[in-house]
């Protein structure tokens, strides 16, 4: 059974930074890409970037560029987003998701998604 | 990057009714398109990729066509589970990009 399970949920100030983690299982870690999408309330959904976890390479798009880090711990299973300077903008509910294609050099579609991760930005 | 466009917003609907949500691109996307289906609090599920293929587990009710810059995701016959909002996500340009969405509501 694929799983994504990630870290709970976080409440930060503006300015601050957040980390959430999403720990993969049922499947080799490091032969699929994982995207992170995320859902600001009651809007649509939102490609952030997607990082490989089988050589570390990351794509980002360009309103996250330099504001978001994706890393990866093998040993873990695990992948982490990083995003800093937090604005109430960043409100939102925060996926990340699993792209089926072994060993794939660019982001594609995703079959497996995680529960979600709420983060509230909040003097 | 390139815009997808989904119609209608929303739409209301009956049990057994058939089903039809447009997308439509900025240019050109070849086979490199998905639909997802989310339900209010959960994440997305993934149900068509490549245009037209069925994802594993997924009822054969639902039906995805098209090509160029125009594509379609149908309900042959809608049950009371697939009131839901449906999501189309190109993956041919980069960055990849969702449509806004279509709720499916019940009449």
């Known amino acids: 059974q694929f799983q994504l399970v990630q870290s709970g949920a976080e409440v930060k100030k503006p300015g601050a930074s957040v980390k959430v983690s999403c720990r993969a299982s049922?499947?080799?870690?490091?032969?699929?890409?994982i995207t992170w999408v995320r859902q600001a309330p009651g809007q649509g959904l939102e490609w952030m970037g997607w990082i490989s976890p089988y050589n570390g390479y990351t794509k980002y798009v360009e309103r996250f560029q330099g504001r978001a880090t994706m890393t990866t711990d093998t040993s873990t299973s695990t992948v982490y987003m990083e995003l800093r300077s937090l604005t109430s903008e960043d409100t939102a509910v925060y996926y990340c998701a699993r792209e089926p294609i072994a060993a794939a050099a660019k982001p594609y579609y995703m079959d497996v998604w995680g529960k979600g991760t709420t983060v509230t930005v909040s003097s | 990057a390139i815009q997808l466009t989904q119609s209608p917003s929303s739409l209301s609907a009956s049990v057994g009714d058939r089903v039809t949500i447009t997308c439509r691109a900025s240019?050109?996307?070849?086979?490199?398109l998905a639909w997802y289906q989310q339900k209010p609090g959960n994440a997305p599920k993934l149900l068509i990729y490549d245009v037209s293929s069925l994802q594993s587990g997924v009822p054969s009710s639902f039906s995805g066509s098209g090509s160029g810059t125009e594509f379609t995701l149908t309900i042959s016959s809608l049950q009371p589970e697939d009131f839901a909002t449906y999501y189309c996500q190109q993956f041919s340009g980069y960055p990849p990009t969702f449509g806004g969405g279509t709720k499916v509501e019940i009449k």
């Open positions: 240019q050109g996307i070849g086979s490199g």
């Open positions: 049922g499947y080799t870690f490091n032969r699929h890409g």
